[in-house]
């Protein structure tokens, strides 16, 4: 933003989200054109009001990846937490930058020294650390999540590869058995007329036996 006399320039690589509900509602805004000094700091309130609103749209979408944990066998949530943690970080930064800003503005003899500037003024640098403290808080809670979500990963791989050896056991049972009564040689009950009956009921029940076993000790 540049300010001269009577006059606000302003730069953006991208349409501020505030400026565009000015536009359309402009009698529900805090932007008004009657005063350049007004417009200037109700536009360094909504920039820093952004973040807040940022931070809140992180903390909704980390809640909601949290409910989805239990199932979680993927690399794709630590992924996303990484991500919420880099704009964290650059979060911070532009906060701090902002500090310099705020401090001339409050110093500044030729604009803003009408009275009610300086609750502007305050309201801007109470938004500006609420934005702080949230941004810190939400990093801690981000960095101690990502190790959580990377044992609930590396649990759940591990319920998954348990659930299969135990599947793998079961199911050799049937292939041991079959592969016995399959060679051409004698063996005990292969000439009884309901063999293939009594060696199938024999295999269910050895594999239930086997799958109570492992049930009982959580492999199941």
Not at 86 to 103: E, H, M, V, Y
């Amino acid at each position: 933003m540049i300010l001269v006399d009577q006059v606000v320039l302003t730069v953006s690589n991208y349409s501020a989200s505030f400026i565009q509900d000015f536009v359309m509602d402009p009698e529900s805004s805090k932007l008004s054109l009657d005063n350049h000094e007004d417009f200037v700091l109700a536009i360094m309130w909504y920039i820093e009001h952004s973040f807040v609103m940022a931070l809140n749209l992180i903390n909704k979408r980390t809640t909601t990846l949290e409910s989805h944990l239990n199932q979680a066998t993927h690399n794709a949530e630590l992924f996303r937490i990484m991500s919420y943690q880099k704009s964290l970080i650059r979060f911070k930064a532009a906060l701090q930058q902002n500090g310099p800003t705020l401090d001339a503005i409050e110093s500044s003899v030729g604009y803003f020294t009408a009275a009610h500037h300086q609750s502007l003024t305050a309201d801007i640098k109470i938004e500006t650390q609420q934005a702080r403290d949230m941004t810190d808080t939400t990093n801690q809670i981000l960095q101690q999540y990502s190790q959580l979500v990377g044992s609930v990963i590396s649990n759940n791989l591990n319920d998954v590869m348990k659930f299969l050896t135990s599947l793998t056991m079961v199911l050799t049972i049937p292939t041991i058995i079959g592969g016995i009564y399959g060679m051409n040689v004698k063996l005990p009950g292969a000439s009884l007329v309901h063999a293939f009956t009594w060696i199938m009921a024999g295999t269910i029940v050895l594999c239930i036996i086997s799958i109570e076993y492992l049930r009982n000790h959580d492999y199941f």
